[in-house]
């Protein structure tokens, strides 16, 4: 599919740590209902780039465009670049779901309030709509009869697909994940995908950054192959698997064996 509807544009978006320039000049569009797969060696400015997506950290330059409004910097297209207030940003993370290596749940609260926090004390949503919601969300990653357990009780594999209910929680117009199963066995990795499948098959706008390439060729609508802070290569999987024109690309693609 064609990002002809972009719910996040980013333009030679430029990010630097000191004097380490980890993304250098990056062009992205996401599309409503698009699963865009990026892939790339480690250091390579991935995370960092999901980190500029949702502001968790500031860049230098570029523009990035979510939902049509500007993220971090004002206006759009501006010539002047003004640092936009906090709420901004605040605003802007309601409508985006982020889910990470680390599954980060409430300890000391149950599955269910986990899940129910954020439309609660974010959204304002009465508490038995929220509950409802909950259940129905424990039900789509397959874990209806952990409602009441403690994070703790529970597997790696169903912590991170209780990290994603929640997230899901804020009915978010884009998904965001950082190498979610990347802390995992291998036989919890693949309930994850399980679940992240079934999501791209409802229609989620979804931006992954895994090295389960195997996920990238079948689920992906489209692979972006990073390099060191650049976007090297973009294509469908096909393409992108089986005729990748960037040597880079191909050099990663044939190192990483297993896919
Ligand atoms: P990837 O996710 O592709 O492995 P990262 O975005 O985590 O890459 O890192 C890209 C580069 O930025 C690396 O050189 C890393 O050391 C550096 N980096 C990442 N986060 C920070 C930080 N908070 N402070 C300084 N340097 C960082
Ligand atoms: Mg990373």
């Known amino acids: 599919m064609m990002p002809d509807r972009p719910i996040l544009r980013i333009t030679n978006l430029h990010k630097s740590y000191g004097d380490n320039e980890v993304l250098r000049g990056i062009d992205l569009s996401v599309a409503a209902g698009e699963v865009v797969v990026i892939i790339g060696p480690s250091g390579s400015g991935k995370s960092s780039?999901?980190?500029?997506?949702?502001?968790l950290e500031p860049f230098d330059a570029g523009e990035i465009v979510f939902d049509g409004k500007p993220v971090g910097y004002g206006p759009a297209?501006?010539?002047?670049?003004?640092?936009?207030?906090?709420?901004?940003?605040?605003?802007?993370?309601?409508?985006?779901?982020?889910v990470f290596q680390q599954f980060n749940l409430f300890p000391?609260?149950?599955?269910?309030?986990?899940?129910?926090?954020a439309?609660?004390?974010?959204?304002?949503?009465?508490?038995?709509?929220a509950r409802t919601l909950a259940m129905q969300l424990l039900e789509?990653?397959?874990?209806?009869?952990?409602?009441?357990?403690?994070?703790?009780?529970?597997?790696?594999?169903?912590?991170?697909?209780?990290?994603?209910?929640?997230?899901?929680?804020?009915?978010?117009?884009?998904?965001?994940f950082d190498e979610v199963t990347s802390a995992l066995d291998p036989e919890l990795k693949g309930e994850v995908l399980r679940v992240m499948r079934n999501l791209a098959d409802d229609g989620m706008t979804m931006l992954v950054v895994t090295h389960e390439l195997g996920f990238a060729r079948e689920v992906a609508d489209r692979v972006v192959f990073m390099e060191a802070g650049k976007v090297i290569e973009t294509g469908p999987p096909d393409d992108m698997f089986n005729r990748a024109r960037n040597e880079r690309t191909q050099r990663f693609l044939s190192a990483s064996a297993n896919y």
């Open 140 to 176: 789509k990653v397959g874990l209806s009869a952990k409602a009441d357990a403690f994070p703790r009780s529970l597997s790696g594999g169903q912590q991170q697909r209780i990290a994603i209910a929640r997230a899901l929680a804020m009915t978010p117009k884009l998904m965001l």
């Open 119 to 129: 439309p609660i004390h974010v959204r304002g949503m009465a508490p038995a709509q």
């Open 77 to 98: 297209g501006g010539a002047v670049r003004v640092r936009l207030a906090d709420a901004e940003a605040n605003m802007l993370r309601r409508d985006l779901g982020m």
């Open 108 to 117: 000391h609260l149950t599955v269910l309030q986990n899940i129910m926090e």
């Open 49 to 55: 780039l999901l980190s500029c997506i949702n502001f």
